[in-house]
């Protein structure tokens, strides 16, 4: 009995190679990468842009057939249409994503994360490697399945080919990618744009900015600690908003806002009322200390680009101070100019797209330090001509999921 147990054991590298094989292999592959990685870092110049994308593609997909057609007796390429194979790449992608999840993906000041790398996974060579063995493994069975087709294997047919078509779209149309900042004025039509590397990219059509529209939360009042310049809590709160009549404590002390002006002037000690460009708000304040029932009162300003901001001391340790107006949502009126001579109107808001010829349109960010005054407007573009074609992979992916679904109960039905 020990002695047939001892035949049927299978050999390491034994074919067919199993799951110790894969991950072994799936392992080296991701060392192999790690250590190219130290000798020639990747980067965003290792994309693949159009029409050398489109080439790849062809070439690629043309070479998983003919492979498979003439070479399925390869016992590499046995392997790759094999389940462990699939099995063990999948697991370390998903490993690779993880550290992609764990690590922020932007320029670190940590040295061993940009020395592995750790920072730009998907451009990573180990990501990469593992990635191609995936397709390559995805692809064979696909093509297998599609030279031995029956409508019985529809549904696997069609999920396996739409995840293929949705990872290979996103890795080759990474390079076609384009995202672009342009700065546009109130009352001038703008047309060249930035990319990442601030390079000059001149569009086929202009933005005209009709007015840029910002509205703002109310400010808020804070006790600040003179020596040390923080702001002072009061049981976990130390932020209220600023509204005309309200009153708030801070411990012994008393603060009763008197008077407010969203937007105000100052001439001599007191502020007024106007309606014009930099005029910060401003609020009057009466601070009472209980303790020895002293009364301070004065105004207290944010400020802005145009004027300075005013505090107001209540003795040697605190200070009332007023804080800057958040932004609650801006906004752009604009115009996009064609060379016919077309006008499309649009409005521009922030995570809201405005879609025109293959681009969405963002609102960005305008000029901070002029506040609600700004005559700036940045607004981003995005195009991305793979987007409908990794949406075509998802939703055959979707559709072949439903139809061995719906075969798998049908015949469960006719077993009844």
């Known amino acids: 009995m020990t002695q047939t147990i001892q035949k049927n054991k299978r050999a ?7 799951y110790m094989e894969s991950f072994f292999i799936g392992i ?3 060392l192999t990468g790690f250590i ?38 390869i016992q590499l390429i046995r392997w790759l249409t094999k389940v462990p194979a699939s099995i063990s790449s999948i697991v370390l992608v998903t490993f690779m994503v993880m550290i992609m999840g764990i690590v922020p993906q ?18 990573h060579w180990a990501f990469l490697l593992i990635l191609f063995q995936f397709l390559t493994c995805l692809g064979l069975v696909t093509v297998k399945r599609l030279l031995q087709f029956s409508w019985a294997n529809f549904g696997f047919v069609v999920s396996h080919l739409g995840l293929f078509i ?63 310049g923080s702001i002072a809590h009061n049981n976990g709160k130390n932020l209220y908003l600023v509204e005309k009549g309200e009153t708030y404590y801070f411990q012994d002390i008393e603060v009763h806002i008197k008077d407010y002006l969203a937007n105000a002037g100052k001439h001599g000690p007191k502020y007024f009322f106007v309606n014009e460009v930099g005029s910060p708000p401003a609020a009057f304040v009466s601070v009472k200390n209980s303790k020895n ?92 001509p793979w987007l409908p074609v990794i949406y075509t992979g998802i939703f055959m992916m979707i559709a072949g999921a439903l139809n061995m679904f719906w075969l798998g109960n049908t015949m469960n039905k006719n077993q009844k």
């Open 12 to 18: 390491f590298w034994e074919h067919p190679w199993s």
């Open 28 to 30: 080296g592959l991701l």
């Open 36 to 73: 190219i990685e130290l000798s020639i870092p990747s980067s965003e110049a290792f994309l693949i842009a159009y029409p050398y994308n489109i080439l790849f593609l062809g070439g690629y997909v043309l070479i998983l057939f003919v492979v498979y057609k003439w070479f399925s007796d």
């Open 106 to 123: 932007i320029p670190s000041e940590n040295n061993f994360v940009t020395k592995f790398g750790l920072n730009h996974i998907t451009t």
């Open 166 to 228: 949705a990872l290979v779209a996103g890795v080759l149309g990474s390079g076609d990618l384009q995202r672009l900042s342009l700065n546009v004025y109130e009352g001038k039509a703008s047309f060249t744009a930035f990319d990442d590397d601030n390079q000059e990219v001149h569009l086929p059509f202009a933005f005209y900015l009709n007015d840029f529209i910002i509205e703002e939360y109310s400010p808020k009042l804070a006790l600040v600690d003179n020596k040390s």
């Open 293 to 384: 029932d002293s009364l301070v009162e004065g105004w207290i300003s944010s400020g802005s680009f145009r004027y300075p901001y005013e505090s107001l001391k209540i003795n040697e340790e605190y200070s009332i101070v007023m804080t800057i107006p958040e932004p609650k949502e801006f906004s752009s009126d604009i115009d996009i100019l064609t060379k016919e001579g077309e006008r499309i109107h649009a409005v521009l808001k922030v995570n809201e797209s405005f879609p025109y010829k293959g681009w969405d349109i963002y609102q960005l960010s305008y000029d901070e330090t002029m506040g609600k005054w700004s005559d700036l407007s940045v607004i981003e573009l995005v195009r991305d």
